[in-house]
């Protein structure tokens, strides 16, 4: 820092937070100076998003001090967190698209002439004068659905400016731009970090942090770890601390049989994935994982038939794979658990019978197309014995459950097809531990009974929990595999592909982050 | 049972309890006439035409789409009906024949139903192959084939179809009328329909949830051109019985009936949101606006208050309709979700 002494502009101390059957944080400090970036890092689930949804007054806390300038907050209401200059700036920016620049800055307050009427040669001047006082050069007759994704990203930076925001979290800013747009946002963030704004910086992208960060706080678990000098670390230091020493929640058998069920050769669609090729064999766990935009997300989604998969060779059970929809790629034996199970999992206001049963009526209906209220009911209740799924009655509408057996729904609407590969996508995302765990031995259930299951998610501990191989795409390619058993399988080294370096040799990567 | 279902209980048949109340209200305000055999069937005549109609906009509106096409299906075929099989005669005062084939009832009546059918498969056709609007599509449909209508008609009115095509609009087995009976028969087969057969599962979860149905392996482009092929093919039979009743023929016929359709789903509880409602539930709805119309009527109320007083049913209907979804969707738990949950 170059100044003497800078001024604590927010102080968070002791603050934890308890969810039902989960310690969100524990006692976390955060401080932040003026006119510093100060990175967030941790992996999925160890307390990012709670501490800043407490700072933006969207969760209360259980205990803990809140000071904004000095001053104590309490009971923070996402009002007074706007009032007291905090400011969120999302991955995807939402703002009044079919709107100009300048209505987007002065909304509400747009200048007025004598008979009432918008003053728009005041209004545009205006506008252009407050973006020019920040250095930023936008056309601000334009609408913003015409601006690109960074200058959309600089200008809701802009406008939390003008509403008198002091610290701005800025969540995966980069997740959707290419290296020369985060050039531009970079240069943009630094020019106003001189002028004493601060940020909160949370990302996935470790390299990023390393760039524009000043400090960087780590969580784990939902405890502080530490907040450190950035140009005290390298990237895979700083992963040992977001990792931690950690013991393999779950323990399993493999079941992998020599058939192979899953074969994809030399997959590419331009834009997501290049030369994507791998096998999946009968019983086995793979895990496939990535950052955002790696292309393994687009992968799991274009196999299914929800996306156009591109040019490559697909073998499922040994047949050539052609489905063109789901109810195809269900016919030929792949079956995808969706990561938003609210959109695409279930039909929320429907019963849990229904749900279950959707993949399979055709097996259900007799030759007028009835459905079989007796086959349906006894293989509903196997499934809900089968997979424990605790409802008050098949009837129950299943919004009403718990996200977990919510899950469970779904998988068992997937089970019943009786698929030969399964995919899951971010299987246990927004559910509680202990459904985590049931989660986990319903795959280990479906994989010994002989369904290959391809995992794609970026928890990257609970793959290890249950994958027998562990996949990573960078860039749109498998840059990288581990085996369960090998020595070189570790948190560190599969977080490290993740990011982009060789896994198999750290020192290299240390080298290029001294 | 407890408190909560019994709450639960009450607000899902709640149309029930209004029917009786309304009942009990004109039975007392007419010293008992309104409670009779002929009161009855006229409610039933009365919620005949209606009802078929709105047994195609249902289905529609449960799979999450506005019909707005029938009435001018109605207004198409019934003319055009009463031109294919009418003598030819020289326009005089408004009222025409036909131009003078006069083909049998039993061809053109196959012909109204094909010529719905087919409607109601080119707006499924351009809805989900093209992509476009619902409301506007069919709204768009329904000004078009009255258009054609009255180039048919000239607007004239056109009198006098034959007997053998009066049968299901006027027709009588003993008292009772063939188009009450045709009309319940088929709300009760359609109940089933939605509710035990595979299309039925199909209509509701793609109503409910379109991209949830698609992942679940159905195909919610074609069970929603069915949805509307059954929409064109229920327009079709409702012109042959309106046509059969009246046995007069305007391009005006069916108009603002689907305003009617789709108040009559809404109160009986059908969302127009898609995937939630049943067929006996809009039937309620149709009971419910044709007990109003025909106790108004009995009270020789002044017609020009019955629309009005249909428009505040509406209005209380849904009222209530909003009400109830409030009630149910307060107490969810564990959906709380931060706009952060991504990170």
Same mark, same amino acid.
Request: charged share 20%.
């Given at each position: 820092?170059?100044?003497?002494?800078?001024?604590?502009?927010?102080?968070?101390?002791?603050?934890?937070?308890?969810?039902?059957?989960?310690?969100?944080?524990?006692?976390?400090?955060?401080?932040?100076?003026?006119?510093?970036?100060?990175?967030?890092?941790?992996?999925?689930?160890?307390?990012?998003?709670?501490?800043?949804?407490?700072?933006?007054?969207?969760?209360?806390?259980?205990?803990?001090?809140?000071?904004?300038?000095?001053?104590?907050?309490?009971?923070?209401?996402?009002?007074?967190?706007?009032?007291?200059?905090?400011?969120?700036?999302?991955?995807?920016?939402?703002?009044?698209?079919?709107?100009?620049?300048?209505?987007?800055?002065?909304?509400?307050?747009?200048?007025?002439?004598?008979?009432?009427?918008?003053?728009?040669?005041?209004?545009?001047?205006?506008?252009?004068?407050?973006?020019?006082?920040?250095?930023?050069?936008?056309?601000?007759?334009?609408?913003?659905?015409?601006?690109?994704?960074?200058?959309?990203?600089?200008?809701?930076?802009?406008?939390?400016?003008?509403?008198?925001?002091?610290?701005?979290?800025?969540?995966?800013?980069?997740?959707?731009?290419?290296?020369?747009?985060?050039?531009?946002?970079?240069?943009?963030?630094?020019?106003?970090?001189?002028?004493?704004?601060?940020?909160?910086?949370?990302?996935?992208?470790?390299?990023?942090?390393?760039?524009?960060?000043?400090?960087?706080?780590?969580?784990?678990?939902?405890?502080?770890?530490?907040?450190?000098?950035?140009?005290?670390?390298?990237?895979?230091?700083?992963?040992?601390?977001?990792?931690?020493?950690?013991?393999?929640?779950?323990?399993?058998?493999?079941?992998?049989?020599?058939?192979?069920?899953?074969?994809?050769?030399?997959?590419?669609?331009?834009?997501?994935?290049?030369?994507?090729?791998?096998?999946?064999?009968?019983?086995?766990?793979?895990?496939?994982?990535?950052?955002?935009?790696?292309?393994?997300?687009?992968?799991?989604?274009?196999?299914?038939?929800?996306?156009?998969?591109?040019?490559?060779? &697909?073998? =499922?059970?040994? !047949?050539?794979?052609?489905?063109?929809?789901?109810? +195809?790629?269900?016919? *030929? $034996?792949?079956?995808? #658990?969706?990561?938003?199970?609210?959109?695409?999992?279930?039909?929320?206001?429907?019963?849990?019978?229904?749900?279950?049963?959707?993949?399979?009526?055709?097996?259900?209906?007799?030759?007028?197309?009835?459905?079989?209220?007796?086959?349906?009911?006894?293989?509903?209740?196997?499934?809900?014995?089968?997979?424990?799924?605790?409802?008050?009655?098949?009837?129950?509408?299943?919004?009403?459950?718990?996200?977990?057996?919510?899950?469970?729904?779904?998988?068992?609407?997937?089970?019943?097809?009786?698929?030969?590969?399964?995919?899951?996508?971010?299987?246990?995302?927004? &559910?509680? =531990?202990?459904? !985590?765990?049931?989660?986990?031995?319903?795959?280990? +259930?479906?994989?010994? *009974? $002989?369904?290959?299951? #391809?995992?794609?998610?970026?928890?990257?501990?609970?793959?290890?929990?249950?994958?027998?191989?562990?996949?990573?795409?960078?860039?749109?390619?498998?840059?990288?595999?581990?085996?369960?058993?090998?020595?070189?399988?570790?948190?560190?080294?599969?977080?490290?592909?993740?990011?982009?370096?060789?896994?198999?040799?750290?020192?290299?990567?240390?080298?290029?982050?001294? | 049972?407890?408190?909560?279902?019994?709450?639960?209980?009450?607000?899902?048949?709640?149309?029930?309890?209004?029917?009786?109340?309304?009942?009990?209200?004109?039975?007392?305000?007419?010293?008992?006439?309104?409670?009779?055999?002929?009161?009855?069937?006229?409610?039933?005549?009365?919620?005949?035409?209606?009802?078929?109609?709105?047994?195609?906009?249902?289905?529609?509106?449960?799979?999450?789409?506005?019909?707005?096409?029938?009435?001018?299906?109605?207004?198409?075929?019934?003319?055009?009906?009463?031109?294919?099989?009418?003598?030819?005669?020289?326009?005089?005062?408004?009222?025409?024949?036909?131009?003078?084939?006069?083909?049998?009832?039993?061809?053109?009546?196959?012909?109204?139903?094909?010529?719905?059918?087919?409607?109601?498969?080119?707006?499924?056709?351009?809805?989900?192959?093209?992509?476009?609007?619902?409301?506007?599509?069919?709204?768009?449909?329904?000004?078009?084939?009255?258009?054609?209508?009255?180039?048919?008609?000239?607007?004239?009115?056109?009198?006098?179809?034959?007997?053998?095509?009066?049968?299901?609009?006027?027709?009588?087995?003993?008292?009772?009328?063939?188009?009450?009976?045709?009309?319940?028969?088929?709300?009760?087969?359609?109940?089933?329909?939605?509710?035990?057969?595979?299309?039925?599962?199909?209509?509701?979860?793609?109503?409910?949830?379109?991209?949830?149905?698609?992942?679940?392996?159905?195909?919610?482009?074609?069970?929603?051109?069915?949805?509307?092929?059954?929409?064109?093919?229920?327009?079709?039979?409702?012109?042959?019985?309106?046509?059969?009743?009246?046995?007069?023929?305007?391009?005006?016929?069916?108009?603002?009936?689907?305003?009617?359709?789709?108040?009559?789903?809404?109160?009986?509880?059908?969302?127009?949101?898609?995937?939630?409602?049943?067929?006996?539930?809009?039937?309620?709805?149709?009971?419910?606006?044709?007990?109003?119309?025909?106790?108004?009527?009995?009270?020789?109320?002044?017609?020009?208050?019955?629309?009005?007083?249909?428009?505040?049913?509406?209005?209380?209907?849904?009222?209530?309709?909003?009400?109830?979804?409030?009630?149910?969707?307060?107490?969810?738990?564990?959906?709380?979700?931060?706009?952060?949950?991504?990170?």
């Amino acid at each position: 820092m170059e100044t003497g002494s800078p001024k604590v502009i927010l102080e968070m101390k002791g603050i934890s937070k308890t969810f039902p059957g989960v310690q969100a944080l524990d006692n976390v400090d955060l401080t932040v100076f003026e006119g510093e970036i100060h990175g967030l890092v941790g992996k999925n689930g160890a307390g990012k998003s709670t501490l800043m949804a407490i700072l933006m007054g969207l969760h209360s806390m259980d205990s803990g001090e809140l000071r904004i300038d000095g001053r104590l907050i309490t009971n923070v209401t996402p009002r007074g967190a706007l009032e007291a200059g905090i400011a969120y700036v999302p991955q995807q920016v939402r703002m009044m698209d079919s709107l100009t620049v300048a209505e987007n800055i002065l909304a509400g307050n747009l200048p007025v002439n004598r008979l009432g009427l918008v003053d728009w040669n005041t209004a545009f001047q205006d506008a252009e004068q407050r973006l020019r006082q920040l250095g930023l050069d936008l056309d601000v007759r334009q609408k913003v659905e015409g601006l690109g994704v960074v200058e959309q990203t600089m200008l809701a930076i802009a406008k939390a400016l003008f509403s008198k925001a002091r610290i701005i979290i800025l969540d995966e800013p980069t997740a959707a731009l290419a290296r020369a747009e985060i050039e531009r946002l970079f240069g943009f963030i630094r020019s106003l970090k001189k002028m004493g704004v601060a940020f909160i910086y949370i990302s996935h992208h470790l390299e990023e942090v390393f760039e524009i960060c000043d400090l960087v706080t780590v969580l784990r678990n939902g405890q502080r770890i530490g907040t450190y000098d950035v140009s005290s670390l390298d990237i895979p230091s700083l992963i040992r601390l977001m990792v931690g020493e950690e013991l393999r929640e779950y323990e399993r058998q493999t079941s992998r049989q020599d058939d192979v069920v899953l074969e994809v050769r030399g997959l590419t669609r331009r834009g997501h994935y290049e030369d994507v090729t791998f096998r999946v064999h009968k019983g086995e766990v793979v895990g496939l994982s990535g950052l955002a935009g790696s292309g393994a997300a687009a992968l799991g989604r274009a196999l299914f038939g929800l996306e156009r998969r591109g040019i490559g060779e &697909i073998w =499922v059970n040994g !047949k050539p794979f052609t489905a063109r929809d789901p109810r +195809e790629a269900l016919d *030929q $034996g792949l079956a995808y #658990l969706p990561q938003d199970r609210y959109r695409f999992g279930l039909v929320g206001i429907r019963p849990v019978r229904e749900n279950i049963t959707y993949t399979i009526l055709h097996q259900l209906v007799n030759t007028l197309r009835f459905v079989s209220f007796v086959k349906e009911r006894s293989l509903v209740q196997k499934y809900i014995e089968a997979l424990g799924i605790v409802c008050a009655s098949p009837e129950q509408r299943v919004n009403l459950l718990s996200g977990g057996n919510q899950q469970k729904v779904v998988f068992a609407k997937l089970a019943a097809t009786r698929p030969a590969v399964l995919i899951l996508h971010e299987p246990t995302q927004g &559910i509680d =531990v202990r459904a !985590k765990l049931d989660i986990y031995h319903i795959v280990d +259930e479906l994989a010994s *009974q $002989g369904i290959g299951i #391809l995992i794609i998610s970026s928890e990257v501990r609970e793959l290890l929990g249950v994958c027998d191989r562990i996949l990573v795409m960078h860039k749109g390619r498998i840059s990288a595999e581990f085996k369960a058993d090998d020595p070189q399988t570790t948190p560190e080294n599969i977080l490290l592909a993740i990011e982009g370096g060789n896994a198999h040799d750290q020192k290299q990567v240390a080298s290029v982050y001294p | 049972m407890t408190r909560s279902k019994w709450l639960q209980f009450i607000l899902d048949q709640m149309i029930w309890f209004i029917l009786i109340l309304v009942v009990i209200f004109f039975t007392l305000r007419t010293g008992g006439k309104f409670l009779s055999g002929v009161t009855l069937i006229n409610v039933l005549l009365h919620a005949s035409v209606l009802g078929v109609l709105t047994i195609g906009q249902t289905i529609c509106l449960l799979s999450g789409n506005f019909d707005l096409s029938a009435e001018g299906i109605v207004s198409l075929l019934t003319v055009l009906a009463a031109w294919l099989m009418l003598p030819y005669r020289e326009m005089t005062l408004a009222q025409a024949g036909g131009i003078g084939w006069e083909l049998s009832p039993f061809i053109v009546i196959p012909l109204m139903l094909i010529l719905g059918t087919l409607i109601g498969w080119i707006n499924g056709l351009l809805i989900t192959r093209l992509r476009m609007n619902n409301f506007i599509v069919t709204l768009a449909m329904q000004l078009f084939l009255r258009g054609i209508a009255y180039v048919i008609s000239l607007g004239a009115i056109m009198p006098g179809t034959p007997k053998e095509f009066n049968w299901l609009g006027g027709g009588r087995i003993g008292a009772i009328p063939v188009s009450v009976v045709v009309t319940l028969l088929l709300f009760l087969v359609f109940e089933f329909f939605v509710r035990y057969t595979r299309f039925g599962r199909e209509l509701y979860a793609v109503g409910a949830n379109r991209d949830a149905a698609r992942a679940s392996g159905f195909k919610p482009e074609r069970t929603i051109t069915q949805a509307y092929v059954i929409g064109g093919f229920m327009a079709g039979l409702a012109s042959w019985m309106l046509l059969g009743r009246l046995e007069v023929s305007t391009p005006t016929l069916g108009q603002g009936m689907t305003l009617e359709t789709v108040a009559s789903a809404v109160i009986g509880g059908v969302a127009l949101s898609g995937g939630a409602g049943s067929i006996v539930g809009a039937f309620s709805g149709v009971l419910l606006l044709s007990i109003v119309d025909t106790g108004l009527n009995i009270m020789e109320v002044d017609p020009f208050w019955i629309t009005g007083v249909r428009g505040l049913i509406i209005l209380v209907a849904l009222l209530l309709e909003v009400q109830k979804a409030r009630f149910r969707l307060s107490p969810v738990p564990g959906r709380a979700k931060s706009p952060l949950a991504q990170s």
